[in-house]
């Protein structure tokens, strides 16, 4: 059903849970390195991949981080908790069961405000709690990818053991059609407060932040939230809002239809945004959680809690305020700029030398439309903030215009070296030469007798097509305010 | 005296006076080994040339000048539920036949930094499920005193192998009396540590919060400078106490009760003991008061139902440590064919691989964590855990120690309790509410039943970390005992 017609009959409420990967040096429970892309099962030990006899040890960091997560989202800490056991036999887990946490979470009970159109809407976090990974599996032939009718699977146990945080939101009621919106948008915030705090790299592509979305409809009018689905390890924050909007789509039209919502957990297809349903809720296994009795309980300190705490970075909804007042932009263009995670990028730059409107105006305009291209994240172009304060001051020095200053981009964006470099080795210094000028401008003008005459008849505007002449016989490199009153001035023409 | 009937702190002492070599006497338990196991079959593994290598690393550090501990040298045998590096490690079960650990346990690491030479690997109920050693996937191990009788468990492999000769020390594990109980039926000094006092690092788990590694001896002196070699904090061990603990080993030397308070648990008597048992018990009872302890009566109502509630948490805590044999990373895979799924290989692995004993276990505990029946079983189990210590706390607010018999009977024959699970369960009647809680508890030899000329033991409990008063109480009843038999009660042991 069309997204217009399924929320003129439906309310959606929302749920996410988020998976946040740690960035610690160790795993969870043992020593091993957690670093990605190691080739397979070279991160591992016998803790890691339950050797009989071998034993988990909580690591401090994590723990930590955890809590530090936990206070930034205004939560409750856990004087006293336990890590639990949940049992169940899946190949790419070493222990048949995974270390988390069950009815004592870490931290409990917050907030996250997030913005959307302008508005604040108060996201209520549940729990934040700390979990281990999984490995790996590969499933080799059959045409799914997935185990099923795959020919052979093979595992890489790097990953197992690796700390997952995982958050969870209650319930997000009365987001109306805006709940794709929402939903990006808490990722959004999220992402940007786990990086603030420094605790992980959330690079979403390598699968350190990944979301399950929850959806589930009322008809309009009742008060009573309809059956939810899980759609699991949804990737990206774009397909974030896609699944919400192509579950909040396919639920209104299976009610619609007269059918009734299976509790399940659901897939989420990149290419077509849709969803296909995994496994059922009503055959889902009994996890028969218990208190890890391998590991003490967690009692941390309140004193050092409350250190934590008084040491928290400037959360990202403080310094995007803060930013804006210094920056002077609109709420619109600090949107933006946090939707295209832009906002590090220009303080970055800006703090390198660059007045934030032009550090604001290369990274939200060339340069995104440039990682677009590339289909890269905006942070990962192979170019600094440094460098495009470096270019900004050129232009502003008068050594570059913007057209020239796109095509020094360009050649830091290839790898041909700083902006200095590339400004020698492609010869792109603005022509400033009276002489050389004079001489391309007289050409210009012999060439273009009958513009030449509307502008000494005093059609000024007519000068446009001349500087338009000198730029292009220039290659680009002249200086058009400069080309304009010497050619106003060999033309007799004052304005 | 033949070197394998000297105490292991003899054997210390001679090694390191250069009168005989780590290598002669490695050898000549290794010859006793080859002598009687036909009859005893307490070893799982043995490998002669890995031990006398051990023996000749020992004899050229100490020719190096190297200052060892005072058991460098001395024969051990590990019971298989500990890793060593250089030897396979099965658990007594199927599933891991053959397997080799690319580590060693914590206690393994110890006792061979120690200079401890282990002799090899021995038997144990599966998985360290059971009290007779019959539930071994490789058969069971014989009763030194009587080649007919079990020699408890499940540690009966560690305790038979001491019981025998074949070595003056070995490790064991107490999950609900397996040190304990097997030491008794056997004659020997056998004790649980506080939880928490010895590593479980590299111990395969059955119960992890009740699990606890300990020593077995021919003697209460021998035990304790076991237990301190292996003894102290372990960072690879969340569960292990980061605290000073007493010196048991100066514990086992003062050896005095006078003016110590003794309770005598009121529950543990009566109808279910052998009356050889208690006749026993209670001489030692009174012989510990013409020592000069003060004995009183003390009752521990929860210990009743301490046997099932360990029946339900024990199970539970097994029916998830033992997930991780599933065919997939090592042991036994049944039915990799190409045409099976993952999850069918991991069932019919753990259909062969498993005994009936560990199965009947994972299916209670499985069923006890169940959604639903949680809160009736598992969390009921743990409430009554918290009854126990808080017995224990009431307890030890009027003694210093606790007693009774360690085991309600003696020996019993191989094969009579092996189709009657709760039978062959109620051997660890005595036992348990010191797992339960964590305490410290010991059993020492005192006596012979009259009905059948077999071992009896008296366990000692006390408190948590209190483990130098179990050796303190056990030295003095081994002293005042001996010097009535004329020597240890092992001596009237059959010869084999």
Known sequence: MPYDEALERFEPVLGLETHVELGTASKMFCGCPTTFGAPPNTHVCPVCLALPGALPTANAAAIEATIRIGLALNCSIAEWCRFARKNYFYPDMPKNYQISQYDEPLCFDGYLDVEVNGEVVRVEIERVHLEEDTGKS??????????????????????????????????????????????????????????????????????????????????????????????????????????????????????????????????????????????????????????????????????????????????????????????????????????????????????????????????????????????????????????????????????????????????????????????????????????????????VLAGNADAADKVRGGKIAAVGALVGGVMKASRGKADAGRARELILEKLGVSE | MSLTH???????????????????????????????????????????????????????RRAAGERLGPLAGVPIAHKDVFTTADMPTTAGSKILEGWRPPYDATVTRRLREAGLVILGKTNLDEFAMGSSTENSAYGPTRNPWDLSRIPGGSSGGSSAAVAAYEAPLSTGTDTGGSIRQPAAVTGIVGMKPTYGGSSRYGLIAFASSLDTPGPFARNVMDAALLQEAFSGHDPLDSTSIDAPVPSVVEAARQGDVAGLRIGVVKEFGGEGYQPGVLARFHETVELLESLGAKVVEVSCPSFTVALPAYYLIAPSECSSN????????????????????????????????????????????????????????????????????????????????????????????????????????????CTIPANMAGNAAISVPCGLADEDGLPVGLQIMAPVLGDDRCYRVAAAVENALESRWGGALLSKAPAL
Request: charged share 25%; glycine share 8%; proline share 5%.
């Open chain 1, 138 to 443: 590969t499933h080799v032939g059959g045409a799914t990818g997935r185990i099923h009718g795959a020919d052979y699977s093979i595992v890489d146990y790097n990953r197992a053991g690796i700390p997952l945080v995982e958050i969870v939101t209650k319930p997000i009621p009365g987001t109306d059609r805006l709940a794709p919106e929402v939903a990006r948008a808490y990722g959004t915030e999220l992402r940007e407060l786990v990086r603030g705090l420094g605790v992980s790299d959330v690079r979403m592509e390598e699968g350190s932040m990944r979301f399950d979305v929850n959806v589930s409809l009322m008809p309009r009018g009742s008060s009573e939230w309809g059956t939810r689905t899980e759609t699991k390890n949804v990737n990206s924050l774009r397909s974030v809002e896609r699944a919400v909007r192509g579950e909040i789509e396919r639920q209104a039209a299976v009610l619609a239809g007269g059918g009734r919502i299976i509790q399940e957990t659901r897939h989420f297809h990149e290419d077509t945004g849709s969803t296909t349903p995994g496994r059922s809720k009503e055959e889902a296994q009994d996890y028969r959680y218990f208190p890890e009795p391998d590991l003490v309980p967690i009692a941390p300190d309140p004193a050092w809690v409350a250190e934590l705490k008084a040491s928290l970075p400037e959360l990202p909804g403080a310094r995007r305020k803060r930013l804006q007042r210094e920056w002077g932009v609109s709420d619109l263009d600090m949107q933006s700029m946090h939707n295209a995670d832009a906002i590090d990028l220009v303080e970055a730059t800006v703090a390198a030398g660059a007045p934030p409107a032009d550090a604001r105006k290369w990274w939200m305009g060339e340069l995104a439309r440039r990682a677009n291209e590339a289909g890269v994240p905006l942070r990962e172009l192979r170019i600094t903030p440094d460098e495009i304060a470096r270019v900004c001051a050129m232009v502003a020095g008068g050594a570059l215009n913007d057209k020239l200053a796109r095509q020094v981009l360009e050649g830091v964006l290839n790898g041909e070296g700083t902006p200095d470099e590339v400004v020698a080795a492609r010869g792109l210094q603005i022509v400033n030469d009276e002489g050389e000028l004079s001489a391309i401008i007289d050409q």
């Open chain 2, 6 to 60: 000297k105490t292991a702190a003899e054997l210390g002492a001679l090694i390191a006076s250069g009168e005989v070599s780590a290598v002669e006497v490695a050898q000549a338990h290794l010859d006793r080994i080859a002598a009687v196991e036909p009859q005893v079959n307490a070893f799982l593994h043995v490998d002669a040339e890995t031990t006398l290598e051990q023996a000749r690393t020992v004899d050229a």
């Open chain 2, 322 to 429: 033992l997930a991780r044999f599933d065919a997939m990373r090592y042991g036994l895979r049944v039915g990799d064919d190409g045409t099976r799924s993952a999850e069918e290989v991991m069932a019919l692995t753990r259909a062969a691989g498993f005994g009936p004993e560990v199965k009947r276990r994972i299916i209670l505990g499985t069923y006890a964590l169940s959604s639903g029946y949680y809160d009736a079983y598992y969390g009921q189990a743990q409430k009554v855990r918290t009854l126990i210590a808080r017995d224990f706390e009431a307890a030890f607010g009027q003694v210093d120690v606790l007693v009774s018999p360690t085991t309600p009977t003696t020996a019993f024959p191989i094969g009579e309790r092996a189709d009657d699970p709760m039978a062959m369960y109620l051997a660890d009647l």
